[in-house]
Nanobody, 114 residues
């Protein structure tokens, strides 16, 4: 069982930055893959960025060069640094962990105004 606690969403103007945080209830080192997904109104949930236990990363094409996923093992936290935000980045962002099965956080709203 893994609980995920997210923080860091909010309202920002286009071109601005936000950083999301996700703290799992068990050690990051024991979790195979963690990541961030998002779901905009009327759209399907999509992968934004993932990071493996070994530190490999993968990004959606739409966020490459603007978003960075990272983890701090000492703080047991995964981050999503979002720069150069666009209105189309507006969505609920969900932290995800794969530990035998998928686990999801409660979601945090990110709104980018034009």
């Amino acid at each position: 069982q893994v609980q995920l606690v997210e923080s860091g969403g909010g309202l920002v103007q286009a071109g601005g930055s936000l950083r999301l945080s996700c703290a799992p209830s068990r050690s990051i080192l024991s979790i195979n893959v963690m990541g961030w997904y998002r779901q905009a109104p009327g759209k399907q949930r999509e992968m934004v960025a993932i990071i493996t236990s070994g530190g490999s990363t993968n990004y959606a094409d739409s966020v490459k060069g603007r978003f960075t996923i990272s983890k701090d093992n000492a703080k047991n936290t995964v981050y999503l640094q979002m720069n150069s935000l666009k209105p189309e980045d507006t969505a609920v962002y969900y932290c995800n962990a794969y530990y035998g099965r998928q686990y999801w956080g409660q979601g945090t709203q990110v709104t980018v105004s034009s």
